[in-house]
């Protein structure tokens, strides 16, 4: 059983930052992808980043450049540094994994609220 534990979310001001990390119990180092989704109140779970084991990585298109999603392989954690956050970006902030043979796990998510 693979846990993933993220760091604690929190309160943010409008074109503030905010940095969220997920530590993996087990070695995420043959891991081909790894991600990070969110969920706002009434809507679906959408991507926000995802970064292969070759270090390319994908963005959903509300991104816009401002957030960045890296790995360290001998922490074995992924981070999530996020900047230039809006009001829209009020989530909750999940990290995922899939280890073999397509074993997928989610962390318990972390709420981001952004508001003055």
């Known amino acids: 059983q693979v846990q993933l534990v993220e760091s604690r979310g929190g309160l943010v001001q409008p074109r503030g930052s905010l940095r969220l990390s997920c530590a993996a119990s087990?070695?995420?180092?043959?891991?081909?992808?790894m991600g990070w989704y969110r969920q706002a109140p009434g809507k679906q779970r959408e991507l926000v980043a995802i970064?292969?084991?070759?270090?390319?990585?994908n963005y959903g298109d509300f991104v816009k450049g401002r957030f960045t999603i890296s790995r360290d392989n001998v922490k074995n954690m992924v981070y999530l540094q996020m900047n230039s956050l809006e009001p829209e970006d009020t989530a909750v902030y999940y990290c995922?994994?899939?280890?073999?043979?397509?074993?997928?796990?989610w962390s318990q998510g972390t709420q981001v609220i952004v508001s003055s």
């Open positions: 995922k994994a899939i280890y073999p043979t397509l074993r997928i796990y």
């Open positions: 087990e070695s995420i180092f043959s891991l081909n992808e």
């Open positions: 970064i292969t084991k070759g270090g390319s990585t």
